[in-house]
């Protein structure tokens, strides 16, 4: 089983749609997660961080779940500028150090 | 944006052949990272630094070296390119590094294609 395992997409979703996306990971020490966006062909940027609580901000709403070792993210009124590829990211210790996994992306199109 | 230039930005070689890729950065951050991004697999930690001099393996370090003589520049360095090693590299740096820190600020890519 992969640590960190996404829904690759792609996900075609007309504007102003709402469209959300999982992603699983297997280490339960796992102890922070985030959301990267990947446009095509240029690095990753922090998206938002995922906050036990569940955390938003704007369109965007993150959420995890521990118990089924999973986090979501909601995009809502989506845009044309939100398409993009959608990275999960966690967080685990890893022999007294820690280690940041990446999944291998959502890729999202948003159709006119 | 963050000031971290890679040189070069595309590169084309053939196997054998040593090839090195730069990581400059203005921010002065202590941590500097050299990741791959392949079709099918998430970024891959190849090697890192928490420092000038200080650095350690990642997960996919064999056939890769590393050194960082000065705190903004981190060098990748492939002794023998081989055509498993095509892949676009992206340097990224982080001011910390715990259990919480998720930002890592990451350069423009460098595409590598070895023939």
């Known amino acids: 089983r992969k640590e960190v395992e996404q829904d690759p997409g792609p996900f075609n979703v007309p504007e102003g749609a709402t469209v959300a996306f999982n992603c699983t990971y297997s280490?339960?020490?796992?102890?922070?997660f985030f959301w990267y966006r990947q446009d095509c062909r240029k690095e990753p940027k922090l998206l938002m961080s995922?906050?036990?609580s569940g955390n938003e901000d704007g369109r965007f709403t993150a959420q995890l779940n521990r118990a089924s070792q999973y986090i979501s993210l909601l995009i809502r009124d989506s845009k044309l500028s939100d398409s993009a590829t959608y990275l999960c990211?966690?967080?685990?210790?890893?022999?007294?150090?820690?280690?940041?996994?990446f999944g291998t992306g959502t890729r999202l199109t948003i159709i006119p | 944006d963050a000031g971290i230039t890679q040189s070069p930005r595309h590169k084309v070689t053939e196997t054998g052949t040593p090839v090195t890729l730069r990581c400059h950065q203005t921010?002065?951050?202590?941590?500097m990272y050299w990741y791959r991004q392949d079709p099918g697999h998430g970024l891959r930690l190849i090697h890192y630094?928490?420092?000038?001099?200080?650095?350690d393996k990642g997960e996919v370090s064999d056939g890769y070296s590393v050194s960082r003589s000065k705190t903004e520049d981190f060098l990748l360095t492939l002794e023998s390119a081989t055509s498993s090693q095509t892949s676009v590299y992206f340097c990224?740096?982080?001011?910390?590094?715990?259990?919480?820190?998720?930002?890592?600020?990451f350069g423009e890519g460098s595409r590598l294609t070895v023939l």
């Open positions: 990224a740096i982080s001011e910390s590094r715990g259990t919480n820190t998720g930002e890592l600020f």
């Open positions: 280490n339960s020490a796992s102890q922070s």
């Open positions: 995922v906050y036990s």
């Open positions: 990211v966690v967080n685990a210790p890893n022999f007294g150090n820690e280690k940041l996994t």
């Open positions: 921010e002065n951050h202590r941590y």
């Open positions: 630094s928490y420092g000038v001099k200080d650095t």
